[in-house]
């Protein structure tokens, strides 16, 4: 079974910063990929980024390319969402995500995960 625990969350104003973390607690199960997902008020969940815990390879939907970074520390089991240059619409609940294998993934989001965790809020203020 696979545990994931969201933390960083928070408000900011436009420009601002946060780092969301993601723990896992895997027990004999070994987890190929991790990724990031968020989901704004009256829309869909969108994937906005992912890694590949074995190689570092990650990937980003446009939106957040060039804003956002996706980290994995192995040591830690733990995946790390650094967002920089928030915008308004970057608002929304961030979810984290575990997939054991493939590691396959679309456009910076990672498809059919396996595991989930509960959520943390994200609210960026203008």
């Not at 104003?13 to 973390?21: F, H, K, N, V, W």
């Not at 890694?51 to 830690?76: C, L, Q």
């Not at 967002?83 to 984290?96: A, F």
């Amino acid at each position: 079974q696979v545990q994931l625990v969201e933390s960083g969350g928070g408000s900011v104003q436009a420009g601002g910063s946060l780092r969301l973390s993601c723990a896992a607690s895997a027990y004999n199960v070994r987890i190929s990929c991790m990724g990031w997902f968020r989901q704004a008020p009256g829309k869909e969940r969108e994937g906005v980024g992912n890694i590949v815990t074995y190689s570092g390879a990650t990937s980003y939907t446009d939106a957040v390319k060039g804003r956002f970074t996706v980290s994995h520390d192995n040591g830690k089991n733990t995946a790390y969402l650094q967002m920089n240059s928030l915008k308004p619409e970057d608002t929304g609940m961030y979810y984290c995500a575990a997939k054991v294998f493939p590691c396959t993934e679309r456009a910076g989001t990672l498809l059919g995960p396996d595991y989930w965790g509960q959520g943390t809020q994200v609210t960026v203020s203008p």
